[in-house]
């Protein structure tokens, strides 16, 4: 109990800053913007009104009644994008019971109590795709959040962004098992399972499209088809309504699923993680799918013993669009480290290597029109820090979505040493309570008390 109680009370003097602070004007001044859209502004100032970016340039005015925020020294971003978590999720994040589940939504187990979201923001993230995970060939739909530490779980959805489906390859799916007690249990099953579905798709749009034809003649006589939860999803990836995430890892794998995506007639939007995208960069930006990549990590499985730190580089010098994930709350919180790798293994520019983490992603997910750059007419989502992002010693200071600061690092360090007087209170009073004669955590003696009475 005592324990649960420290930790409430964490908890609740997180989000009790984090929800103060305002939207209205704010202006932050004479700070190194780095917009990465169209290069940097040395002594820059950001105007923000009502959670959106007003003004960005060298000489940009206070208006009367605005909160100013005092850069100077200091660097601002756009927020970074996450394309791959699997944070803020209730109750496990694979649903492994079937080869296709796309008729189960992370959206209805969003967890916003999750302190992993406070912890990312902490390290500069401001969005994430948060994904169901990869024990499917076919898995459930993902949802794209915005890390608004203290909202509830609607508030924590980025409306507007484009709905998006999980797909997965390889031994996460198959396990290399012979006592596999599910099919598939291997790559070529994957590959069936995954055409079979869309054959079933494909029939139940058209039988959907009959309906509505001769409906709109005016048959009154047109039933319409049961409605199949597990098919509308893949439905609309065939109408291009549904992005597609493809998890995979492998070279022979992620080609496979091209060439089935070329059958049916959709695109694959990314593939996560693609280790070994490296080798076949002219075939997916031929085709035009991201690659969600990690910025190293290689050889902790036998499918990731191909993997190189050149390949975010190399995609992008074949002319296709890399992003870096996390797929970990931990690496999600140095994704900004992760994205400074890639100039060093593979000589990215400055700008490409924060496109990396920020306009990148956005364009995988969609909301480019909305987040990723710094740009008059986007939502505010900006992080300052005290040294360049892609430095070892940087470290956010704010953090910032729709122009309201969710993460203050002055702010946290005050809340800090208020939960440690808080603890040492809770202890106190803990240590008080414990019957003479008996040790610290011992059951109470109650054998003569008398039994409670509860109330109608």
Known sequence: MKKLLILTVLVVSCVAWAQTGGSGVVLIKDAT????????????SILIRDGKIAEVGP???????ATVIDAT???????????????AISGGVNEGTLAVTSMVAIEDVLDPTDINIYRELAGGVTCTLTLHGSANPIGGTNAVIKLRWGKDAKGLLFKGAKP?????????????????????????????????????????????DEYKKRAAAGDKTAIPPKKDLKLEPLAEVLRGERLTNVHGYRA????????????????????????????IAKEIVAHGAFVSAFADSWGYKVEA????????????????????????????????????????????????ALALITLNPAKELRIDDRV?????????????????????YAVAQKTMIDGEIY????????????????????????KKNVPQGRGRGSAPDISNDKVPQHED
Not at 59 to 65: E, H, I, K, N
């Open 252 to 279: 022979d794998e992620m080609m496979m699923m091209l060439r089935l995506a070329d059958e049916f007639g959709f695109k694959v939007n990314s593939f996560e993680h693609g280790l070994e995208a490296y080798k």
């Open 164 to 208: 998006t489906l999980k797909f997965a390859l390889g031994e996460n799916v198959k396990r290399s098992g012979a006592n596999a007690t599910r099919y598939p249990a291997t790559r070529m099953g994957t590959e069936d399972v995954i055409r079979t579905a869309f054959i079933e798709a494909r029939d139940y749009m058209r039988q959907w």
């Open 407 to 430: 993460f203050d690092i002055q702010k946290d360090q005050e809340m800090r040493k208020r939960m440690e007087e808080e603890r040492k209170t809770l202890e106190a009073l803990d």
């Open 372 to 392: 990723g750059t710094i740009d008059p007419g986007k939502d505010a989502d900006l992080v300052i820090w005290n040294h360049h992002p892609l430095s070892i």
């Open 305 to 352: 013993y191909d993997a190189i730190p050149y390949n975010a580089a190399i995609v992008t010098r074949k002319g296709g669009m890399a992003c870096i994930n996390s797929d970990s709350a931990e690496r999600a919180r140095r994704l900004n480290t992760d994205a400074a790798k890639c100039m060093k293994y593979g000589g990215l520019s400055e700008q490409e």
């Open 59 to 65: 000489s940009v005015a206070a208006p009367a009644g």
């Open 33 to 44: 913007i780095l917009t990465v859209s169209h290069g940097n502004i040395p002594k820059g």
């Open 73 to 87: 020294g200091q660097f601002v971003m756009p927020g970074i994008i996450d394309p791959h978590s699997h944070i």
